[in-house]
């Protein structure tokens, strides 16, 4: 197409040229030149360079003397090679803007398809992290829920021991009650010792009912909830609302809590949740041990702004798995689940701290938590 189209343009010149050379003296170079650069653009290069040379043959043959004659008679020369450098100009010009032309549409076209690729590519990248947002809530909706049943299942085991725990303070309170209304039933009522028994009634009606209040935190669904705890306290809550459980078993629980422990920022309900599990475990793991059956809880200031406790105990130590006891669905018990250990662990690390364990000498195990210290800076954030 290229050389047809320059065979054409030449042809279509020469005719022009032979029909207006009475009236116009210079149309030959003229028409020519426009054949060049039509030939250039439509063929490029090579269409270019066809069509100068047959422009060249024809203007010295029909236009330079002697006419119809490939020779060039002395005097047309400077005429002749002035009109083939303007030929050989004019073509590799119209080429050269060819192929700029091609080359910018090219790019262009490359552009609209990279442009396409990146919209397609982005809106891609949408669905896939609107998918991972999807993924991530329901396995964060799915750890609340496994967390809050770890809690059920826990409690189910201290259904005796928490009946124990409210009894003795309602049982109490009956019998505070009988001594006051004895009081005040004699021929003279005793005021002051009447008002000491319902006093007594009063704070063994507000320790039953800090009891039922603690076990009800420890069932309820919410969102977590940071705020400033002490471990301390937390341990001590544990203990009083799992005597029942430990003197079933007639194990005895030591507190070597330090007293200058600070404080730190957590979720009491899960950090009650971690306590629970880990002291449970500890008597669970004592109940068919022979000797004494002892649990030690020391709390202590560590190394790089931390809070450590340790949980140990004189039962039958870890499994040979040890490397599995945090491993969801992992047990060793006939009853358990395997949830307890993994989802303590989750706690604390979610609080910034670590969870691991080891083998007590001369037997039974250890489980020991970090958590970070309330640092100054966050201490006023709280406060304020």
């Known amino acids: 197409m290229r050389y047809g189209v320059a065979a054409l343009s030449v042809a279509v010149a020469l005719i022009l040229a032979r029909l207006l050379e009475i009236y116009l003296v210079t149309a030959p170079v003229s028409l020519f030149l426009c054949a ?76 609209s398809k990279t442009v396409q690729e990146l919209r397609t590519a982005n809106e891609t990248l949408k669905a896939e992290d609107a998918e991972r947002r999807r993924t991530a809530e329901a396995l964060r909706q799915a750890q ?33 009650a009988n001594s006051c209304s004895r009081w005040l039933a004699g021929d003279a009522p005793n005021i002051e010792e009447a008002r000491a028994a319902a006093a007594r009634i009063v704070q063994d009606g507000t320790r039953a009912a800090e009891i039922v209040n603690r076990v009800g935190l420890l069932f309820r669904k919410g969102a977590p909830k940071r705020e400033l705890v002490d471990v301390n306290d937390i341990i001590r809550e544990m203990v009083v609302l799992l005597r029942g459980e430990s003197a079933q078993y007639s194990v005895s629980i030591r507190e070597k809590l330090a007293s200058d422990l600070p404080g730190t920022m957590g979720d009491r309900v899960q950090l009650q949740q971690v ?64 949830m307890g250990l993994s989802i303590s662990r989750s706690i604390i690390e979610s609080h910034g701290g670590r969870l691991w364990a080891s083998n007590g000498a001369p037997r039974g195990a250890s489980f020991h938590i970090t958590l970070p210290v309330l640092r100054a800076p966050e201490l006023e954030a709280s406060a304020g």
């Open 36 to 111: 060049i650069i039509t030939s250039g653009w439509f063929g490029g290069v090579r269409g270019a360079l066809l069509a100068v040379a047959l422009s060249v043959l024809a203007f010295n043959y029909y236009f330079v003397t002697p006419i119809h004659s490939f020779a060039v008679s002395a005097n047309e020369v400077p005429r002749a090679g002035i009109f083939a450098l303007s030929a050989i100009f004019v073509g590799w010009l119209s080429a050269a803007q060819r192929s700029a032309t091609e080359s910018l549409r090219d790019a262009r076209d490359q552009l």
């Open 144 to 176: 609340a829920d496994l967390t809050r049943v770890s809690r059920v299942t826990a409690m189910g085991e201290l259904t005796a021991s928490l009946a124990h725990e409210v009894n003795q303070p309602i049982a109490a309170s009956v019998i505070n």
């Open 275 to 338: 306590m629970m599990n880990l002291i449970m475990n500890g008597i669970d793991a004592m109940k068919d041990v022979d000797g004494g059956r002892e649990m030690t809880i020391r709390s202590e200031r560590a190394k790089y702004d931390q809070i450590q406790v340790s949980v140990s105990d004189t039962g039958v130590g870890l499994p040979e798995q040890q490397d599995q006891i945090f491993k969801p669905f992992f047990t060793t018990k006939s009853h358990g689940i395997g």
